[in-house]
């Protein structure tokens, strides 16, 4: 375990409360900030996130503000857990505090930026320049059982060996095994991608399809993330490992996740504004399925499930024709 270190972590959600829990766990001091004062003051009067992960208590090293200055003070480490929707603001936020002390940064976040498509790596760069020690942790992790202590491993990719090294230090412990990488790409494209994935294989559950639909929706959902991930420069090992296979089974498989969620309510005729007023937090893959076809569409890389999950979240697709659209491509080798 790392010597005791002080780590801000911006993002009142479910993960990064469960974070924020892990890190003081492992006997860091550890800020959690959120930017409505009034999401934070049950968290300080309850000493527990009664919203997102009811009954597991704060340790004696975790505080709580939406004082942000007073949060970045004296960090050695930010780690940013916000939607990608509001992960560039978040960042210009941030700006001028981590300039003027070079604290290292690390994301959480796992999805595309709307709108442009790009990774968080390449936000992170245009915010704050491309020499900014920072790092993207991924893998299978729920939030939940990361907070109550279950054995959970994740993956954090950096450019910079040295850096990756000490965010997974930081999070290492007797719960949590982290392991390193040099494949920013690789590990963000996984974390983004399995999220629509897991849309598809709730919709195909909500229709009532079976265990074998499914287990064709992840090989085949697999193929499509190696080969998106292969053409914009990730490395294929990246996708057999935690980033890639790990959180795409984890997410398409267990009702834990917030997308499967959403797919078994779209399979079930539900609208997408009611399935997401039910869910009641972001889902992720609702907004990567367009990002997604944006870049293969940019690589020349077919995506088919990919490109059936936006149709029917954006283009008004029937879930079911979406699955004869499938069905009905042409015959070719697995390999291909």
């Known amino acids: 375990m790392a010597a ?9 959600g479910s993960w990064g409360t469960a974070l924020a829990l892990l890190l003081a766990r492992n006997g860091h001091t550890v800020r959690l ?15 527990e996130n009664r919203r997102y992960l009811p009954g597991i208590a704060f340790p004696p090293g975790l505080t709580i503000s939406a004082d942000l200055a007073e949060t970045l003070a ?71 059982e990361v907070a109550l202590g279950l054995p959970t491993a994740v993956t954090v990719a950096a450019r910079d060996a040295n850096h990756s090294h000490r965010v997974a ?32 294989a709730g919709i195909a559950d909500g229709l009532g399809f079976g265990a074998n639909t499914r287990a064709a929706l992840i090989t085949r959902g697999l193929a499509e993330m190696v080969r998106l991930g292969t053409a914009v420069g990730g490395q294929r090992e990246t996708f057999m490992g935690l980033a890639g296979i790990g959180d795409l089974v984890l ?16 399979g079930r005729g539900e609208t997408a504004e009611t399935a997401f007023a039910a869910i009641g937090q972001v889902v992720e893959g609702a907004a990567t399925a367009q990002e997604a076809m944006r870049l293969a569409r940019q690589h020349r890389v077919e995506m088919p499930i990919t ?7 954006h283009d008004g697709q029937d879930p079911r024709r979406a699955v004869e659209m499938l069905l009905a491509r042409d015959l070719k080798p697995e390999s291909a």
């Open 74 to 144: 004296d960090s050695g480490l930010v780690m940013v857990v916000v939607p990608s929707c509001a992960y560039r603001a978040t960042l210009e936020r941030l700006r001028p505090y981590l300039q003027a002390s070079g604290t290292g940064l690390a994301w959480a976040t796992k999805g595309l930026e709307q709108g442009s498509g790009r990774f968080l790596h390449q936000v992170t760069a245009d915010v704050l320049g491309e020499q900014w020690p920072a790092a993207a942790i991924s893998g299978p992790s729920f939030a939940r």
């Open 251 to 266: 997410t398409c498989t267990d009702d834990q996740s917030r997308n499967r969620r959403f797919g078994l309510a779209i």
């Open 33 to 47: 900030w959120g930017h409505d004062p009034q999401e934070v003051a049950p968290l300080c009067r309850d000493r």
């Open 169 to 200: 230090t930081l999070l290492h412990g007797s719960n949590l095994r982290a392991y390193t990488s040099t494949d920013v790409i690789g590990v963000e494209l996984g974390g983004a991608i399995k999220n629509v994935l897991a849309i598809a």
């Open 307 to 313: 490109e059936q999950v936006d149709r029917v979240l």
């Open 4 to 12: 005791a270190a002080a780590v801000a972590v911006l993002g009142l």
